[in-house]
């Protein structure tokens, strides 16, 4: 008998937080025994801390990497650099039939261009959300991401007219959900309650405060006016604050530690993801600059007050919970009041984000990839 046919490799990559919980749910659907895929997943690196890292890995169930290229941080034409001369090698032993990458950080770009290169398909997930803002360096990475993908993967429809605006076939562009929301479905169940996270302190209500944009945290009198509204706010309703450690490194750098002292502010070290699921579920309201928590509170129905000037995400205003504020101490106390009065905008659960979008994915994975002729890796 002959042997039965190789499945095809797909290179699965990740390196910086808010890849783990996309690339969670596509790693356990390409390994299902009958996903006629077979997956080898590498991580850049990108994130390294346990809090940043080792947790997610832990609390989302994914196998640990086949491979580490450990770049660790730098500018990002080192990072960038570093993530491309460690991932070639890789691609050229391991001959994979694909390369996937998801959302928009440098290890996104870094590794799809390396394969783009090389001849070897890319597949990039969570394609086509543009902010039109290019200043923001994942923006940078986004528009360059799919413009060398040969398959891309959308969680909202407005993706597709961006994509088309920007020449991509039509063909190429697959609507399929959302990945990230497929993980908070699958642990919903098992976040960990507030109160625990919060301990020894029992707070009836409460906010939670995520900020780590260069835009927000890097300049010294952006990053003191915005938590100088947040002591304003915790006067009304505590504020809890995991920091991030560029957040971190910002505060003590522009000295701004005193302005976390207030009786009202509980900061944290960065949170697991079984923490901040708990968290998302029963605060009282977001404030955030992350892309992920936009579209988690709108899955989950709990207000977020983004403090940004723009989204690339605009379903989750559109249909969902979100509220852009941008950096202005008024607009944001007024959301604020408004949610605190009024409850915030109520929000349905956008289309395909039902828990099945990693599904979608690897039967289209399968198909487009079962009628390919079979190429290798360039040298
Ligand atoms: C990166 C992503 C951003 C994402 C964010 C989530 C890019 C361009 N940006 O930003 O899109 O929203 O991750 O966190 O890829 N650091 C540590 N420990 C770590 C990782 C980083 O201490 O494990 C510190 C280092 O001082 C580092 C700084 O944080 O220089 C920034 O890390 P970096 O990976 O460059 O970007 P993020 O700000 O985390």
Redesign the pocket.
């Given at each position: 008998m002959p042997p039965p046919p190789l499945e095809p490799k797909i290179l699965c990559v990740v390196g910086?937080?808010?890849n783990f919980m996309k690339i969670a749910p596509l790693m356990a659907a390409i390994r299902r025994p009958d996903s006629g895929l077979k997956a080898t997943l590498v991580h850049t690196g990108?994130?390294?801390?346990e809090a940043?890292?080792d947790q997610f890995f832990s609390d989302l169930g994914i196998p640990a990497p086949d491979i580490n290229l450990e770049v660790g941080?730098g500018s990002?034409a080192v990072?960038t650099a570093d993530i491309m001369r460690r991932f070639e090698p890789v691609v050229d032993s391991e001959q994979p039939a694909a390369v996937l990458v998801v959302g928009?950080?440098?290890s996104t770009i870094a590794c799809a261009l390396v394969a783009a290169k090389k001849g070897v398909p890319v597949i990039h997930v969570e394609a086509g959300l543009r902010s039109f803002d290019r200043t923001m360096?994942?923006e940078i990475?986004r528009v360059l991401t799919d413009q060398i993908s040969d398959l891309l993967f959308i969680t909202e429809t407005l993706a597709r007219d961006n994509l088309q605006r920007e020449g991509i076939a039509a063909e190429r562009v697959h609507f399929v959900g959302n990945v990230m929301i497929d993980t908070l479905h699958h642990n919903l169940a098992r976040a960990v309650p507030a109160h625990l996270t919060l301990a020894p302190v029992a707070y009836p209500e409460f906010a939670v405060l995520t900020l780590?944009r260069p835009s927000n945290v890097d300049d010294a009198v952006i990053l003191r006016q915005l938590l100088e509204t947040v002591v304003e706010i915790s006067q009304k309703i505590p504020v809890v604050f995991p920091l991030?450690?560029?957040t971190r490194?910002q505060i003590g750098q522009h000295g701004l530690d005193a302005l976390l002292e207030g009786p009202n502010l509980k900061v944290l070290p960065p949170l697991g993801y079984l923490q901040l699921l708990g968290l998302m579920k029963e605060a009282r309201l977001f404030l955030t600059d992350?892309?992920g928590i936009q579209e988690e509170t709108t899955a989950l129905g709990t207000p977020c007050i983004t403090l940004r000037h723009n989204t690339e995400r605009p379903i989750t205003v559109e249909q969902g919970t979100n509220t852009i504020v941008g950096q202005d101490r008024q607009r944001i106390l007024a959301a604020v009041q408004d949610i605190l009065e009024g409850g915030g905008k109520a929000g349905r659960i956008p289309e395909y984000w039902d828990g099945q979008a990693s599904q979608r994915i690897v039967a289209i994975l399968r198909t487009w990839l079962n009628a390919r002729p079979t190429h290798g890796a360039r040298p």
């Open positions: 910086a937080r808010p990108q994130h390294y801390d940043m890292n941080s990002h990072q928009d950080v440098n360096p994942e990475n780590h991030h450690p560029r490194k992350s892309g």
